[in-house]
């Protein structure tokens, strides 16, 4: 097979160039439609809402009236907005965080060769088949807060058990609620997580564990010295993956807690004061911060992995 | 391969293509329909579910009768409260495709909204032709107009103000229902001292707000309350502090576990035994009922502390669209939610009361009659959580910094606050 098709390219060479030019420009009319699209309602509709984020427009119909960056110098001093980025921060750093331990303690487990490996592999990755707003309706019954005769979800759980220390207000805790709605995005995106890692592992060659085993270093070295520095991009893309869901984080808030101040972040209200506030440029400027926040995490890890790929 | 790669993206922007189309066509397809029909008057609402849509029904029933060449086309959009509906009808107007008739809160929430942007029509001339300002209370009016236009007609009354009680739990602790703010705090203090630790239920962040409002209006009273909407009252007003400190006060009486609750999880409170009181608009009678309970036993109830002879009202109502494709037809559909017929085949199934003081009293209950009495009687005040003081943009300012006092409890930066977004939005 291979070889024919050598033979062919030998003799049929002029007409097979026509033919991939006539395949390129196929290509190129069959994608333009989606890229045209990408073009329209991707980059023109973020480049309309820089306009709008510089414009004074409040209220149903558009106002175009230039504001330079009015918008921005309000929201920094918006004490709402302040509540957002402390919010957001808290959200990252528990859900980021309890993802990576957790997925990567479950792919170590895993990568142990235990029978039925295929099976707790899927188990711990359904929750990903999910919805937020599903994963968010269960644990608003999960984490219901009530106490005394009224109490429910895991608070009875551990009341039952007599784990009472464990019971706790979850995310109507006071100034680190914010803490608790990341548990069930972990719960969620950890089984991902471990996906991601258990790819990393299998991509470490036997053949190097061995090495060290005969150099003589014990399993828990072999792990610190030789497994987890090589999976090392691994964590970034992770870090990529699961910043940029936090950053953006709305429906499972507004499935767990609705709409409140306590446990607000920028999509929220961003939502909020777009549509329920008709403070469109308000809105555009919150759009385009998110938007900024995302890129300043995501571009450096592009440039990085195409930098990568052309090394090798 | 490549050649699957290209069929696979072949077949990825038909189906974009074809997505795309498709919500296009449905957008355009509705307006330009009604257009090629004469006899048609689309109303737009977000009346989906439940007894809205059922009264929605039998107004449309009612309007079927006495204009039976006119075809009614409900243009309801799903979502809560009206979020999506809201949205939808924004894009609509911006687009200049409006509906002949659209279904807002009456008061500041459809005036600062759509007649800033000069999308409805005042209403003066069907009030003066219908005699409708001699059967609606006279201090209802200004509430719904602006610069003397009057720009929607309501179809039903709420009452905000209202104070649920367990009848049980007072008499079993020996409190009379409280007329005062100062006799609220007796009352709560005793139940506390009685061993029950939340005796006011109160339910997530807006309602928050429904209390807030009848807790200004408890503590200001009938003029200074309205003043503050209208532009002559003083947001930084001492009077304004006391109220935001009985605010703060009653806050202490709450469960803690409100931010979790929905309204009907916190009115459950009351019934339940677990809480003395609650304040809810009048809708949740229609919940009481519902859950099997009866009134006077299972719940009785008494305006807010202060608020006696005074009705804050909320309501559902119809608007004149500004270029409506079938004004004349659009203008039939007011005549008859305006009308006594309409309105009393609309609000005995939605659970309220008519706009029109001489609704037929026997197609209400217990509870609505006396709503009827008090809203023919009372002084008529206006709700902001529900849309008629303020404009949206202005609630949703008071609504972040009410969010923010629920978190930081400082009187002080609440008021500033509250100062700030009445002179940036009033």
Redesign the interface.
């Known amino acids: 097979m291979a070889l024919t098709e050598a033979g062919d390219r030998l003799t049929i060479a002029p007409k097979r160039r026509r033919r991939v030019q006539k ?1 390129k420009v ?2 190129v009319a ?2 333009s ?2 890229i045209i ?1 990408i073009l329209v309602f991707v980059y023109g509709f973020i480049a309309w809402s820089a306009r709008v984020s510089l414009s004074t427009w ?5 106002d175009y009236t230039w504001a330079g960056l009015e918008n921005y110098r309000n929201l920094f001093a918006d ?2 907005f302040h ?1 957002d980025i402390r919010n957001t921060v808290i959200f990252t750093v528990v859900f980021v965080g309890g993802c990576l331990i957790i997925g990567l303690g479950l792919s170590l487990l895993l990568d142990q060769g235990l029978k039925g490996e295929a099976f707790f592999r899927g188990l711990f990755l359904f929750p990903m088949a999910i919805s937020f707003i599903v994963t968010g309706v269960v644990w ?1 019954w999960l984490m ?7 109490i429910s979800g895991l608070n009875l759980i551990f009341d039952s058990l007599g784990l009472d220390f464990l019971e706790n ?1 979850w ?2 805790t ?2 680190w609620g914010m803490a608790f709605i990341a548990i069930p995005a972990i719960w969620q995106m950890s089984g991902y997580t471990m996906a991601l890692y258990l790819a990393g592992l299998r991509s470490i060659p036997e053949e190097v564990r061995e090495a060290a085993r005969v150099d003589g270093a014990g399993e828990i070295q072999i792990y610190r010295r030789v497994i987890l520095p090589q999976l090392r991009p691994v964590t970034l893309t992770a870090l990529i993956i699961l910043g940029h869901i936090s950053l953006k984080v709305f429906d499972l808030i507004i499935a767990v ?6 446990l ?1 972040v920028p999509a929220i209200y961003m939502w ?2 777009t ?5 469109f440029g308000r809105g555009g400027a919150i759009g385009i911060l998110l938007l900024l926040s995302v890129g300043l995490l995501v571009i450096p890890y592009l440039v990085y992995t195409q930098r990568q790929e052309r090394n090798s | 391969m490549t050649k699957r790669v290209v069929a696979l993206l072949a077949v990825m922007t038909m189906v974009v293509a074809a997505c795309g189309s498709d919500t296009a066509e449905t957008t355009v397809a509705g307006p330009t329909d009604t257009a090629a029909m004469t006899d048609t008057v689309e109303v737009f609402s977000w009346w989906t579910g439940g007894g809205e849509a059922a009264g929605l029904e039998a107004m449309i029933t009612v309007f079927g009768a006495e204009y039976p060449d006119v075809t009614f086309e409900n243009s309801a959009v799903a979502g809560g409260a009206g979020t999506n509906a809201r949205a939808v009808l924004a894009t609509r107007l911006q687009a200049n495709e409006p509906p002949d008739s659209w279904q807002g809160h009456a008061g500041q929430e459809l005036i600062g909204t759509y007649v800033a942007a000069d999308q409805i029509e005042p209403l003066n001339f069907l009030y003066d032709e219908e005699g409708w300002l001699d059967v609606m209370p006279e201090t209802l009016i200004p509430l719904i107009s602006k610069d003397g236009n009057i720009y929607s007609v309501p179809v039903n009354i709420h009452r905000a103000n209202v104070l649920w009680t367990n009848p049980t739990v007072l008499a079993d602790n020996g409190i009379d229902v409280p007329t005062s703010m100062d006799e609220w705090f007796t009352a709560l203090d005793a139940l506390q001292a009685a061993g029950m630790d939340a005796p006011l239920a109160l339910g997530e962040q807006w309602t928050a707000m429904h209390l807030f409002e009848t807790v200004l209006l408890g503590t200001m009273g009938y003029e200074a309350y309205n003043a503050l909407w209208d532009g002559n009252g003083d947001w930084s007003s001492a009077d304004v502090t006391a109220a935001l400190e009985n605010y703060d006060k009653l806050l202490g009486y709450t469960n803690s576990d409100s931010s979790a609750l929905s309204w009907q999880d916190a009115a459950q409170l009351v019934i339940d035994g677990d809480a003395a009181f609650n304040v809810m608009g009048d809708w949740a009678e229609g919940f009481f009922r519902e859950i099997g309970e009866e009134p006077n036993v299972g719940y009785g109830w008494a305006a807010t502390p202060g608020t006696a002879g005074i009705f804050q009202f909320l309501s559902d109502s119809f608007v004149l669209a500004k270029n409506a494709p079938h004004r004349d037809a659009a203008i039939d559909w007011l005549k008859v939610a305006g009308s006594l017929a309409g309105q009393d085949a609309f609000n005995p199934v939605k659970g309220s009361i008519p706009a029109r003081s001489d609704g037929d009293r026997s197609l209400y209950g217990v509870y609505l009659q006396s709503a009827m009495d008090d809203w023919a009687s009372d002084d008529v005040a206006g709700s902001l959580t529900h849309g008629v003081v303020a404009n949206d943009s202005w609630k949703s300012e008071i609504d972040s910094s009410l969010g923010a006092f629920l978190t930081n409890r400082d009187v002080a930066a609440f008021q500033a606050a509250l100062v700030a977004s009445e002179a940036a939005n009033a």
């Open positions: 395949d196929l290509a069959l994608v439609p989606s699209a409040k209220g149903l119909l558009p004490p709402r509540v608003r219901n807060p009530a106490a005394g005769d009224r207000s995310h109507a006071p100034y807690a609705g709409k409140q101040y306590a607000d909020q004061t549509f329920d506030g008709y403070f």
